[in-house]
C-alpha cells in the first residue's frame, strides 16, 4: 500500500484545524464560566487540562507540517509502500524479538527480561516497507524519527489486526 507526504500534509492541516477549532471552544467556554458556581474550580482545572492537551496536540501537527513540508520541497518523490507480512514472517519477527529479549535459564526454569519495543518497531520497518523515496535514506530506520514515527503508524495499521475481545466462544454456553 503506498503512503506519500503530499498526501498526508493536507490531512494533519485539516486535523490541525479541527484541534484549533477545539481550542477555541475551551477558551470561549473558559471565559463564559459562572465563577459563583459550586463546580466553577473543578469545570476550570477541566477545561485547562483539555486545553493544555490540545495545545500539545497543535504544536505537534505544527512542527509534522512543517518538517513534512521540508521533505516534500527537497526530496523528488515521497511515496512510501508498505506491505502486509506473511504469517510466517509476524512469527519471525516475534522470535527476533524474543531471543533479543529474554534470557532463559533452562536448569531454572526462569526467563528474565521485557519486550523490546525499539527492536519490534525497527524489524517492523524494515520488513514491512518495501519502496521509499529515491532521494531519502536507503534504510527506514535511518529516517528523522518524526518521519519513521509516521511510517511506523501506516507499517501497524497495515499488519495490525486490533485488539478485538471475543470473549468466551463455548459451545456449552450456547447450548445451555
Do not use: H
Not at 76 to 89: C, D, N
Not at 95 to 104: K, M, P
Not at 121 to 128: F, N, T, Y
Request: aromatic letters at 6%; one cysteine or more.
Amino acid at each position: 500500500m503506498g503512503f506519500s507526504l503530499e498526501q498526508e500534509i493536507p490531512v494533519m492541516e485539516e486535523e490541525l484545524s479541527d484541534v484549533t477549532d477545539e481550542i477555541e471552544e475551551i477558551e470561549r467556554r473558559r471565559r463564559e464560566l459562572d465563577d459563583d458556581a459550586d463546580d466553577f474550580e473543578q469545570r476550570k482545572k477541566r477545561l485547562g487540562k483539555d486545553w493544555r492537551e490540545l495545545q500539545s496536540q497543535r504544536v505537534e501537527l505544527e512542527a509534522k507540517i512543517e518538517r513534512f513540508g521540508g521533505y516534500v520541497d527537497e526530496w523528488e518523490s515521497t511515496r512510501f509502500v508498505v506491505r502486509e507480512l506473511t504469517f510466517g514472517e509476524s512469527q519471525n519477527l516475534k522470535d527476533i524479538v524474543s531471543s533479543e529479549s529474554f534470557d532463559v535459564d533452562v536448569e531454572l526454569q526462569e526467563i528474565e527480561g521485557t519486550p523490546l519495543q525499539g527492536l519490534y518497531r525497527s524489524e517492523l520497518l524494515k520488513m514491512s516497507v518495501e519502496e521509499m523515496p529515491s532521494d531519502g535514506p536507503d534504510d527506514p530506520n535511518d529516517l528523522p524519527e518524526m518521519l519513521g514515527d509516521w511510517l511506523m503508524e501506516k507499517c501497524e495499521s497495515i499488519n495490525s489486526v486490533g485488539d478485538t475481545e471475543v470473549g468466551n466462544l463455548s459451545l456449552e454456553d450456547e447450548i445451555n
